[in-house]
């Protein structure tokens, strides 16, 4: 099976439609096993994102977490940490009207050092709300 690109589009089966504004994701920190992907704590510890649900909801229409490219992962490190832009969902609540974020010229990329982090004012997504 082809391994899917970090930076691929979300599948719209893993997207669900629950009420009138919110939407349910599969978990991608955990790829819907609810189980802590890195065995942290212990194997049978839950996943910090969803807590064990395999699932999350979030306000709808979402697209896919600038900061970490929808991998839920926390980029620029080694460190095993979920996503701080979107809190590990991979996907955030999409922002319209928007426009570039002054602070980080779009890239949502704030370049601190030794480790990027997500730009405080766009929360790591490169737009903000007009
Ligand atoms: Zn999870
Ligand atoms: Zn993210
Ligand atoms: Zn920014």
Not at 71 to 97: E, F, M, N
Not at 100 to 108: E, I, Q, S
């Amino acid at each position: 099976m082809a391994k899917k690109p970090r930076w691929a589009a979300i599948a719209p089966e893993e997207i669900k439609k629950i009420e009138k504004n919110k939407v349910e994701v599969k978990c991608v920190f955990c790829k819907g096993t609810g189980k802590d992907p890195w065995d942290l704590l212990s194997k049978l510890s839950k996943c910090q994102v969803c807590h064990g649900k395999g699932k999350v909801e979030i306000l709808g229409p979402v697209v896919t977490c600038n900061f970490c490219h929808g991998s839920g992962i926390q980029p620029y490190t080694t460190s095993r940490l979920h996503c701080l832009a979107c809190g590990g969902l991979g996907v955030v609540t999409k922002i319209t009207p928007s426009k570039t974020c002054p602070v980080c010229g779009g890239t949502g990329i704030y370049p601190r050092r030794p480790h990027p982090v997500a730009c405080h004012n766009c929360h790591g997504q490169g737009i903000v709300a007009k």
